[in-house]
């Protein structure tokens, strides 16, 4: 084989570009069209850094790693949230609309306060291992079962990009559910034997509108998770775990049926 | 300017260096601000795929592993650049910060026991792994190392270590400032009082006075533009700031490692844990020169010299021709679809996202792309910054200096959790035997000074140069002059292509003058700054003739351990045209320089005696302006401890 073109040179796109700046509400929000040449791996990433420098400067956007690691560039592509560093312009149309993430606060263009919300969730959920004792630098770590420690790093894997939210129909309603990566995060700490918190503690978090219970199972989170988290599964562990009835993840993972005691 | 804000520590930066010293300095009741580009967790911490070495000894290929044996594997890697005691520091420390992980919650992939397939050297292997060691942190193997090392989290080690100790951050209530970016450190006599700083979103200026600044802003990748596999926000802004000061020297710039496989033609990272777990490395016959070039490592021999082989192999026409340059194949078939899809789907991931292919089916298209900066901020061994009191470095920025001229895949993100702990219990102390004792004209006169550097630029007239234009020059010349292997002609070159740059930029003009948040002139502000990091690269690789680690000169192949034992101090004095340069002792010596067992260079022998050579190391370093530190040179070195388990290497007569 050789890194050929991966798709056709030289098709014109055409992108309709969500523009507002909340420091300037007199100007009304907007699209703004602009055209670009496809080149061969046409990212959106490469997509917009070329519509600022060639076109418009002041066109607002969030992109770090650029290799679909650190869930800053997620937006609307066409609909859809996504995230657009890691979407080829060769999988798209001709014409290419972007908005920014609803559900979350804007700071413009397609520029979102994605950190604010998830720092918020990290506090209301209290993303951090509960320890049921001080570290003590002189032992030896632990052991915990490979299996279950793949389980975990499943729930861990959530880069934070906001796709799920901004897909939830709960979400976009009610600010107050803790939304598909707020459970998730849940889950993932409600697997941790580690963590000291009970079905008890648990219950307080889960068993409510804002909670749990909120989802009304449109499962547009798991559709458009570009991580593709088993956010399902999660979901109907943690519903069994309010009722006190999970035993085991139902991520099934032979193993460790017993160690959530 | 909007008024100014006063805490004990200052942590510029985000990622895992930096929140690793914040919660040090937090869990001790400092009031700790953490100001960051980015949210935290989108810091490049996160993008590190494969491991984090310490010495823990778990599996099979693990037993008798020691911080010894860590120690000499990471001065040997260095091509004996790295300060020795820092290293010794580092290895010590490293089995403690990753069990800590563990204690946060980092879902660290587990020993199974019994009987397990893995490939070695591109076999299919099985091993037993000992019942009693069932359920520990397990290794993996990584390029340049004696023992299987790498802990790590499955494929996203980076990002489950952020995500832990981020955690803790929150736990511990630090305030964290994202979307904020320092654009000159207050200082004064020597002291540093903290940064003033701009809001990304709406390009406000603040002061932010501290007792105590961290510069943890990582590395300075994007100097190369696209050519690297950092982030876009690895832009130097640590390394711009301190060297802003005209007082702190940067450290060896032009140690520069390129990682052997970035993805053609997005530049972004395939780890290196591919070729831990038997990926081969084919060109354009698809053949696996490795083998016979490092028999012993093959393509794992250390990044510098996988490197160095596969730009030979493309400058010999056995690179694979595409629209984007000559490259090389990656070749992950024989691993077979469930270890891709396990063990590596983030690369599986990113074949298919990236380039639309599966690496079960076809080989990846890699060449080596720059990775990492092993130079940066000088500190010594308490992370405090040469000449600036209450100024401290760590991590990717700080050139603490344990990677010497090469850093072995895996140190880094154990670096930046061990080098947090450790700097910021220095940290600590330096806030509880100081006082806040900086005037408000002083944060005042920094700002005014920011103020106008920002109304030069949104003032100046149409029509001069694009900053973008001048970006990708500064890019292309890194890359074509100051890349994998150097010559004094084209490094020459490379100097006056940037003093050229230089000039552009000074009349450079933006074509969108808007205050606020102005992506235009984020980029132009640090520019400025990329450039002088550029040409001190450039002009560092120039005057080092000899060839170290990364550092490869084709008009100088040998390793000069006469001459160049030493380090580069690179600082820019207020208001001067050039740079100006020093050099220091490396530091002391334990472990004799040598052979690396990889690489084949050969060596120009030292004419001083190692005595002679640690005996002026601490008059070296306070000449050099390295700051007191906590306990003398020295202290942490366990002399002598590489001969147990390196007994035959050889040690100069003279030494004794």
């Known amino acids: 084989m050789s890194t050929k073109p991966s798709q056709e040179e030289g098709r014109t796109l055409r992108f309709e570009i969500f523009r ?59 609909g859809r949230p996504g995230l657009a560093c890691s979407t080829l312009t060769a999988n798209l149309p001709d014409v290419i609309r972007l908005h920014p993430l609803p559900a979350f606060e804007l700071v413009g263009d397609l520029s979102v306060d994605t950190g604010k919300w998830f720092r918020e969730m990290a506090e209301r959920t209290e993303s951090w291992i509960h320890e049921r004792a001080p570290f003590d630098p002189e032992a030896i770590e632990e052991r915990m079962d490979d299996d279950l420690a793949q389980a975990i790093y499943e729930g861990e894997r959530c880069i934070e990009c906001g796709c799920c939210v901004a897909g939830c129909g709960v979400a976009n309603v009610n600010p107050r559910f803790v939304g598909p990566a707020g459970l998730n995060r849940i889950a993932r700490f409600a697997l941790d034997p580690r963590d000291a918190r009970s079905d008890t503690d648990w219950f307080e978090v889960l068993a409510s509108d804002d909670g749990v219970f909120g989802c009304l199972g449109l499962m547009a989170c798991d559709d458009v998770c570009p991580k593709d988290l088993p956010l399902r599964e999660q979901y109907a562990y943690l519903r069994r775990r309010t009722m006190g009835a999970a035993r085991a993840p139902l991520l099934q993972v032979e193993g460790v049926a017993n160690a959530q005691g | 300017m909007q008024g100014a804000r006063t805490c004990d520590v200052l942590v510029i930066g985000g990622g895992l260096a930096g929140e690793r010293a914040a919660i040090e300095a937090a869990t001790a009741g400092l009031g700790v601000v953490l100001l960051s580009l980015v949210p935290p967790r989108r810091s490049h911490s996160c993008a590190a795929q494969g491991g984090m070495q310490a010495a823990l000894g778990n599996c099979t290929k693990a037993l008798g592993d020691t911080p010894t044996l860590h120690f000499v594997d990471t001065v040997k890697g260095s091509d004996w650049g790295a300060d020795q005691e820092v290293a010794r520091i580092f290895a010590d420390e490293a089995p403690v910060a990753v069990r800590e992980l563990a204690h946060w919650g980092v879902p660290w992939t587990r020993v199974r026991p019994g009987r397990q397939t893995y490939f070695v050297k591109g076999e299919r292997v099985e091993i037993d792994e000992p019942e009693d060691k069932a359920g520990l942190i397990m290794h993996r193997d990584f390029g340049g190392t004696a023992k299987w090392r790498a802990c790590y989290a499955a494929a996203g080690t980076g990002h489950a270590v952020l995500y832990a100790v981020d955690g803790e951050v929150v736990r511990l209530g630090v305030e964290v400032l994202d979307r904020m970016e320092a654009l000159a450190l207050i200082h004064e006599g020597g002291r540093c009082w903290g940064a003033v700083v701009r809001c990304l979103r709406t390009g406000t200026l603040g002061a932010l006075l501290a007792k105590a600044t961290v510069l943890a802003t990582g590395g300075h990748g994007r100097i190369y533009g696209a050519h690297t596999t950092n982030a876009t926000i690895n832009e130097g802004t640590g390394a711009s700031l301190a060297l802003a000061t005209g007082v702190v020297p940067l450290g060896n710039l032009e140690a520069v490692q390129f990682h052997p496989t970035g993805l053609v033609p997005s530049g972004i990272l395939v780890t290196e844990g591919c070729r831990g777990d038997g990926g081969h490395l084919l060109n354009a016959r698809g053949e696996r020169f490795m083998v016979d070039l490092e028999p012993e490592k093959q393509e794992l021999a250390s990044r510098d010299v996988v490197s160095r082989h596969m730009m030979q192999q493309i400058k010999d026409g056995l690179g694979v021709e595409s629209d984007f340059g000559s490259h090389l194949w990656l070749d992950l078939r024989h691993l077979g679809e469930a270890h891709l899809a396990t063990k590596l789907r983030e690369v599986k991931d990113i074949c298919r996202d990236f380039l639309g292919i599966d690496p079960a089916r076809e080989p990846i298209p890699v060449r080596p792309t720059q990775h990492y900066s092993m130079g940066g901020v000088r500190v010594n061994k308490d992370g405090q910054a040469y000449g600036m009191e209450g100024l401290f470095a760590v991590g990717e920025a700080a050139c603490w200096d344990m990677h010497g001229f090469n850093r072995l895949g895996g140190n880094s993100l154990a670096e930046t959790v061990v080098a947090g702990r450790v700097v910021g219990r220095r940290v600590v102390d330096h806030v509880r035997a100081k006082s806040l004792d900086v005037s408000a004209s002083l944060a005042t006169a920094f700002a005014v000074d920011v103020e106008k550097r920002i109304a030069a630029w949104t003032g100046r007239p149409a029509g001069g140069p694009s900053i973008y234009a001048i970006r990708d020059a500064m890019a292309d010349t890194m890359l074509e002059r100051v890349g994998v292997f150097r010559t004094g002609d084209e490094l020459e070159q490379a100097v006056d292509t940037l003093r050229g ?32 990091l550029s040409r001190i690269t450039a002009e560092g690789a120039l005057a080092r003739t000899e060839s170290r680690g990364a550092h490869a000169r084709l008009d100088h192949p040998d390793r000069d351990d006469d001459r160049w034992l030493c380090r580069t101090l690179a600082r820019w004095p ?4 050039d740079p100006s340069y020093a050099t220091e002792p490396v530091g002391l010596i334990d472990l004799p320089p040598g052979d690396r067992g990889y690489g084949r260079a050969t060596t120009r022998e030292m004419s001083q005696s190692i005595d002679a050579h640690n005996a002026a190391v601490p008059e070296g370093f306070a000449r050099a302006g390295a700051l007191a530190t906590a306990e003398p040179i020295g202290a942490r070195m366990a002399w002598g401890a590489w001969r147990e388990v390196d007994p035959d290497r050889p040690v100069p007569d003279r030494i004794e």
């Open chain 1, 20 to 78: 507002y700046d909340p420091t300037r509400p007199e100007v009304e929000p907007h699209l703004d069209a602009f055209e670009l040449v496809e080149q061969p791996y046409m990212t959106l990433y490469l997509a917009l850094n070329r519509i600022r420098e060639e076109h418009d400067p002041s066109l607002q956007f969030d992109f770090a790693c650029r290799s679909a690691v650190c869930g800053s560039c997620g937006m609307m592509i066409n």
């Open chain 2, 501 to 532: 740059l230089e000039a552009d930029l000074a009349r450079a003009s933006l074509r969108h003058t808007g205050s606020g948040s102005n992506p235009e002139l984020t980029l132009a502000l640090r520019l400025e700054g990329m450039l002088r």
């Open chain 2, 574 to 577: 207020e208001g001067a045209a």
